[in-house]
């Protein structure tokens, strides 16, 4: 089935891109659902539609200012600059199957049920290669409210009540991963198991989950340290013995040990984060928020070095050293 379908997507959280992505057109779907995105133009103040008629028509100049694309206040490495945060959307040449048992089922409806699962896989793969934060139902925002609700009757003023500002470091998206982030997502690749844990250990530790932070970063370490303790033929013959299906963190940790593996970051590192899961999992003991950052550095380090998708490890003097080479 093929018609002419064009339609705006407002995405619910918008994703920072350096700017040379936008006014360009990539492909990309989601199942049997194919289509473009047109990305819109940087226009100041707040972008412009993309060069579609239709949209051009529905989005005029003289009409009400609607946001496409808005650069915020934030830290963002001078390497990767200019960026902007992508708001809207434009999606076109829009294809996919027919159906005769759900005939009312049409190119139109199939994009309104599959849209927003495509941002979830969109965002996912976002949120793994950058760390930007995009979770639509869970927001943690740059401005805070302190006191909120609360009113003071004695002393009568209310100077104890403000607000809290923080500008977020970001790292955007450069054109290419953007691009390749939507074929990934047309073609249903999903990132590796790990990352994704390690970014819901993220996420919740931007929202104070401290015990949840660590059992995920944990479990996110356990998956790549097994699988490269697997992937070693030099163990010794008795720690080889060690390693079945039901084997943990904290033995492949002891193998590691046993067998004077090198990683980049020391066996007593990954010794301390595994007694943490362990307070955490068995005994619900929740780590403090500092603790939980070091254990969310540690895991994001050995990801970084030895996991499926490295990071360059040489760090540059503006902070853009975080390009993520996937391998398969």
């Known amino acids: 089935m093929n018609t002419n379908v064009v339609a705006v997507f407002e995405l619910p959280v918008p994703i920072w891109l350096m700017s040379d992505s936008l006014n360009t057109i990539y492909p990309t779907g989601y199942g049997d659902l194919k289509f473009n995105v047109l990305t819109p133009d940087g226009r100041p103040p707040v972008g412009g539609p993309p060069d579609v008629p239709a949209i051009q028509q529905k989005f005029n100049p003289s009409g009400p200012q609607i946001v496409w694309a808005l650069e915020y206040g934030a830290h963002i490495p001078d390497s990767l600059r200019p960026a902007t945060a992508l708001h809207r959307i434009a999606v076109a040449e829009v ?69 809290k500002i923080t500008t977020p470091h970001i790292i955007p998206l450069q054109q290419q991963e953007w691009a390749d982030i939507l074929l990934y997502v047309r073609d249903g690749r999903e990132p590796p198991l790990e990352e994704i844990l390690s970014r819901d250990a993220r996420a919740a530790h931007r929202r104070s989950a401290d015990r949840r932070a660590i059992i ?84 994001m380090k050995f990801l970084g070095s030895h996991g499926q998708i490295r990071r360059t490890r040489e760090p540059e003097p503006d902070g853009g050293e975080l390009t993520p080479i996937i391998h398969e």
């Open 95 to 163: 294809t996919g199957p027919s159906y005769d048992h759900i005939h009312w089922f049409t190119l139109e409806h199939q994009l309104a049920e599959y849209v927003n699962q495509w941002f979830d896989d969109v965002r996912t793969w976002v949120e793994v290669l950058t760390g930007q934060d995009l979770d639509p139902n869970h927001r943690v925002y740059d401005a805070e409210a302190v006191g909120t609700g609360l009113t003071f009757i004695d002393p009568s003023d209310n100077d104890a009540l403000g607000m």
């Open 216 to 299: 995920d970063a944990a479990t996110a370490l356990e998956i790549a340290l097994g699988r490269h303790v697997r992937s070693r033929t030099d163990l010794p013959e008795n720690q080889q013995k060690r390693i079945n299906e039901r084997t943990a963190l904290g033995t492949y940790v002891s193998i590691a040990k046993e067998s004077d593996l090198q990683f980049a970051v020391s066996v007593e590192r990954l010794t301390w984060l595994n007694g943490l899961r362990n307070n955490a999992a068995h005994r619900g003991a929740a780590p403090s928020h500092e603790e939980a950052s070091i254990a969310i550095q540690i895991m």
